[in-house]
């Protein structure tokens, strides 16, 4: 794969972020910083890559550019359920300030928002799930797509998922 | 515009994920602090490890400021604010704090955001009575928290960088009353990187660098990996057992 279809599928990817966000009416605000970080971090990594490419195999280049972006939205958009559902189930912390994380004002004035903090059901393994998903589709279309190397690239992302570490 | 066959499983995972925050007020708000998030994440972990440790004789409590619930800090704060909790614990050599995303000024007078923090308990009454911030000296240890992605390897530099910016006295935390000789912070291991997730395969990995100037650093440190959040702790522990007791 080289870098102009690798640029194609991470572009790809935000497209869809985009589009699925109006679907589901989630406010622009929300998802948009997300989209520019994986905008930013494509095109930092295709000028990198480009001084590197001559002496880098294309297709390890492709495979980290997709990694770098699935990446991102693992850190965006799926830890923050896993940490907030930590913090919240550990009893030494019952009371504390749901507002800290709402920013202030939008609960002021009762105390509901404690509580509902402590009921709220984070779905996290629900996320974890649409991750692996989200991680298998986008293999799926590399290999659909019938790139060069697709194997090698797709084989690469899902080690990295894998959670073995260094 | 006709969805090509491809992108289908692709895009519905998309909606998953994109439908689930949206079901959640507290996880569409958590996307603009999730850096602040992760810190008050491994903060918990810290405090979990203080919480069995046998050489913790006065286990952590948390500080609410004036009395109201605990608040973790969503943004950059100062030690002595009134806007954020933080955990007090004592040991047998002295009474200990941990904060959380406080500004400290460097050795060069530069200003840094320090994701976790813990100094003594005089030297934390001493900021908040006197508006200051801790002295570089007077931070016993030190943890950044990166929930960034894929950890490129400039972090490792940049932490580096801090840990010189941050030096450590050669005297213990509580009885400094001038301006001590500094030391390298890794001649006694104390400072971490923690992240969430390693850096790509093949490329030079900020973690050996930290490790290799014997700081401690972690990746894969979240909930869904308990093997690697118990590492981190011990480590956490080994370090601070040696330097408060």
Same mark, same amino acid.
């Given at each position: 794969?080289?870098?102009?279809?690798?640029?194609?599928?991470?572009?790809?990817?935000?497209?869809?972020?985009?589009?699925?966000?109006?679907?589901?009416?989630?406010?622009?605000?929300?998802?948009?910083?997300?989209?520019?970080?994986?905008?930013?971090?494509?095109?930092?990594?295709?000028?990198?890559?480009?001084?590197?490419?001559?002496?880098?195999?294309?297709?390890?280049?492709?495979?980290?550019?997709?990694?770098?972006?699935?990446?991102?939205?693992?850190?965006?958009?799926?830890?923050?359920?896993?940490?907030?559902?930590?913090?919240?189930?550990?009893?030494?912390?019952?009371?504390?300030?749901?507002?800290?994380?709402?920013?202030?004002?939008?609960?002021?004035?009762?105390?509901?928002?404690?509580?509902?903090?402590?009921?709220?059901?984070?779905?996290?393994?629900?996320?974890?799930?649409?991750?692996?998903?989200?991680?298998?589709?986008?293999?799926?279309?590399?290999?659909?797509?019938?790139?060069?190397?697709?194997?090698?690239?797709?084989?690469?992302?899902?080690?990295?998922?894998?959670?073995?570490?260094? | 515009?006709?969805?090509?066959?491809?992108?289908?499983?692709?895009?519905?995972?998309?909606? =998953?994920?994109?439908?689930?925050?949206?079901?959640?007020?507290?996880?569409?708000?958590?996307?603009?602090?999730? =850096?602040?998030?992760?810190?008050?994440?491994?903060?918990?972990?810290?405090?979990? =490890?203080?919480?069995?440790?046998?050489?913790?004789?006065?286990?952590?409590?948390?500080?609410?400021?004036?009395? #109201?619930?605990?608040?973790?800090?969503?943004?950059?704060?100062?030690?002595?604010?009134?806007?954020?909790?933080?955990?007090?614990?004592?040991?047998?050599?002295?009474?200990?704090?941990?904060?959380?995303?406080?500004?400290?000024?460097?050795?060069? #007078?530069?200003?840094?955001?320090?994701?976790?923090?813990?100094?003594?308990?005089?030297?934390?009454?001493?900021?908040?009575?006197?508006?200051?911030?801790?002295?570089?000296?007077?931070?016993?240890?030190?943890?950044?928290?990166?929930?960034?992605?894929?950890?490129?390897?400039?972090?490792?530099?940049?932490?580096?960088?801090?840990?010189?910016?941050?030096?450590?006295?050669?005297?213990?935390?509580?009885?400094?009353?001038?301006?001590?000789?500094?030391?390298?912070? #890794?001649?006694?291991?104390?400072? /971490?990187?923690?992240?969430?997730?390693?850096?790509?395969? =093949?490329?030079?990995?900020?973690?050996?660098?930290?490790?290799?100037?014997?700081?401690?650093?972690?990746?894969?440190?979240?909930?869904?990996?308990? /093997?690697?959040?118990?590492?981190?702790?011990?480590?956490?522990?080994?370090?601070?057992?040696?330097?408060?007791?």
């Amino acid at each position: 794969m080289n870098i102009r279809d690798t640029q194609f599928i991470v572009r790809t990817i935000e497209r869809q972020f985009r589009i699925v966000a109006r679907e589901v009416q989630l406010p622009v605000q929300t998802i948009q910083p997300v989209i520019d970080e994986l905008a930013r971090a494509r095109l930092s990594f295709t000028g990198l890559n480009q001084e590197i490419a001559a002496e880098t195999d294309e297709n390890t280049i492709a495979a980290e550019m997709i990694i770098n972006a699935l990446a991102i939205i693992r850190s965006a958009l799926i830890l923050p359920s896993a940490f907030m559902e930590h913090i919240a189930a550990r009893a030494d912390f019952q009371r504390y300030d749901h507002s800290a994380f709402f920013g202030p004002g939008e609960y002021e004035g009762n105390d509901v928002p404690i509580a509902m903090f402590q009921r709220e059901e984070f779905n996290t393994q629900q996320l974890d799930s649409f991750f692996s998903d989200l991680v298998l589709g986008i293999n799926q279309y590399i290999r659909e797509s019938g790139f060069p190397g697709a194997a090698l690239v797709t084989g690469r992302i899902a080690q990295y998922f894998s959670g073995e570490g260094e | 515009m006709a969805l090509p066959a491809r992108e289908a499983a692709m895009r519905n995972a998309i909606r =998953g994920i994109l439908g689930t925050i949206g079901a959640s007020p507290t996880l569409s708000s958590a996307l603009t602090n999730k =850096g602040y998030i992760y810190s008050a994440y491994v903060a918990t972990l810290i405090v979990d =490890g203080l919480n069995q440790a046998p050489w913790v004789l006065r286990k952590p409590v948390v500080e609410n400021p004036r009395g #109201g619930p605990f608040r973790f800090p969503m943004g950059r704060s100062e030690i002595y604010s009134t806007t954020a909790s933080w955990f007090s614990f004592g040991t047998a050599t002295g009474d200990w704090e941990i904060h959380l995303c406080c500004n400290c000024s460097g050795a060069s #007078g530069m200003q840094h955001e320090l994701d976790i923090l813990l100094t003594a308990t005089q030297i934390a009454e001493d900021c908040r009575q006197n508006q200051r911030q801790p002295a570089t000296h007077e931070i016993v240890f030190l943890v950044e928290c990166k929930n960034v992605g894929a950890i490129d390897y400039s972090l490792g530099r940049e932490f580096i960088g801090l840990c010189y910016e941050l030096p450590i006295s050669s005297e213990p935390a509580q009885v400094i009353l001038r301006r001590p000789l500094w030391r390298w912070r #890794g001649d006694r291991k104390l400072g /971490a990187l923690v992240a969430t997730l390693p850096p790509l395969s =093949g490329r030079p990995s900020a973690f050996r660098l930290v490790s290799a100037r014997n700081l401690i650093a972690h990746s894969w440190v979240e909930p869904s990996n308990p /093997a690697f959040v118990s590492s981190f702790q011990r480590d956490v522990m080994d370090v601070l057992r040696r330097a408060l007791t």
